[in-house]
Structures are given as C-alpha cells and as structure tokens.
C-alpha cells in the first residue's frame, strides 16, 4: 500500500517577547527568510509556502531535496545569505521570478539555502507530539544523510538567550526564536512555546501628509534627514492607536497645505500634506529602498 503525507500542515507560530535566559529553552536565530514545509513523498517533493503554493520551481538548485528519506515533511526557511547574514531583498528577487531564464540567471547570482529548524513527519510517521529537543536529534540524522550545503541545520543555544540576541543583532540579523525544548509542534498555533525576539531600529521622523478614510486617520506619510536632505521613507500605519488618531488628525487638518514639501513617490498621492511642524518617532526592521521594513508607529515628538 501507498504511504502518504498530508497534503498540507499550517506552520507553527510564534508569540512576541523580550531577550530573556533560560535553560529550558533553545534560542534560535530568527532567519529573515520564506517560511517553506518541505513534503518528501513517495511520488515525489513538494515545497510549499504558507499560502499552500509550490515554490519548488523558482528554485531549481533544491532539487537536491529528493535525496531526504521518504516520508518527511521539514519546516525552515529559504534565505539568500550575503557575507553570511540573510538579505531579504534578494531572496524577494527569487521570488518574485517567473521567466525561466530570469530564474536560471538568478540561480547563478543569488543562490538560497535551507535553513530546517523542524521535523514534522519521519518515515511518513507524525513527530508533532514529541519534544523539541528529540525531533531536532531526528531532523539533524536527516539533515546529515543528504549531506548537502544548501541543506542547513538552524543554529541556536540553550541557556544565555539575552547574550545570544545581542550577537545576533551585532550582524544585522532579524532577531531570535525562542523555543521550549520539551515542546509539541502545535500545527498553525500561536503559543508561548516559541517566543519571537525582534531587534528593531528607531528613527525620527518628519510628518510629510497623511492619509483619512471615512474622517478617520488611517496612515502619515514621513521622511527623514539624509546626508543632510530630506528623503520620504513612505508610510506607517501600524502602531497608531484610536486615542493617537483622534489626537493626531485636528493637527494635521489644522496645518494642511497644498503640497508635498519635497518629492515624493507617486504612490503616496491620496495623501494630503502638512506644514513640516509635527515630528514622530517609529520603530522598523530595516532600511530598503523604498523605505522602512515594517514601520510601527511609536509616538508624537515635541519639537
């Protein structure tokens, strides 16, 4: 008879927290990647997102992945590693391919790794009630029978959670998953079994406009100083409170104008603007090309 793997399984999820110590926990680096479930059946692999797609064909070099035993299903991360940190622009370029020859291009000139953190099914046999530190054993024995660099084992310590964090910010990474070594896998659960540890950057920022919906705030549109002009680094809406948007849409009405006080791009032109009177501070992951990684909105600054 035929064994089969289940056609699809929700990741597991992480609450938020601080840097913290602990000797029951493992803290891992948080790989500032694609969340992939890798399924490796009888008939075949699948790598499947967390929207239930097969990525599998934008990434032709894991084609490596069919020597994993039969019967697994691996969750990890795709990253693009640049001098040995991820860089998610350029995992967003791989991605993003569709052409096949953009995509064999994109092979030689950013090619990704699998960073497995987890083992969901052995043998085609499920391991989600076992401990955390038991299935790391059985997915590291996986790991090393492939045999294969792009095939990568997630790092991580037991115990100095708080100096492992600060290593870790120290080299541009995301920040660490803290996971309890005696654990479940709780598929698609968000518990406090692994608790994600972010370091974010704060930045001051000028309120450049905003945007209202239905006489309600709904996003500022910002900038900030660089070598000494300034530049718009987009929109923030997350972080903004109903007791900071009745606050904060009066100002911004009261000091309306007509114009943008410098260029902005052309998806920030539902926006109405201000007088470069009201400052903020918001907290973000990192500085791209458009902008701000994930801005949250901190908080109204007196100048």
Known sequence: MERSLPEFVPPML?????PFDSDEHLFEVKWDGMRVLTFVGEDGVRLLNRNRRDVAPRFPELSFLERVEPGAILDGELVALVDGAPDFRRLMSRVQARDPRRIDALVRGTPVQYVVFD?????????????????RERLAEVVDAVGDPRLVLSDGVVGPGREFFEQVAARGIEGVVAKRL????RPGKRTDAWIKIKGRHLLHCLILGWIEEEDDLRSLVLATEEDGALVCVGRVGSGLGAADRARLLPMLRARRRDAPLIDVPSEHSAAAWVAPELYCTVSFLERTPDGLRAPVFTELVDE
């Open 119 to 135: 083992l969901l099914h052995r043998r085609f046999e499920p391991t989600f009630d076992l401990p955390l530190a038991t299935r």
């Open 182 to 185: 005696d654990a479940p896998y």
């Open 14 to 18: 992480a609450r938020s927290g601080e």
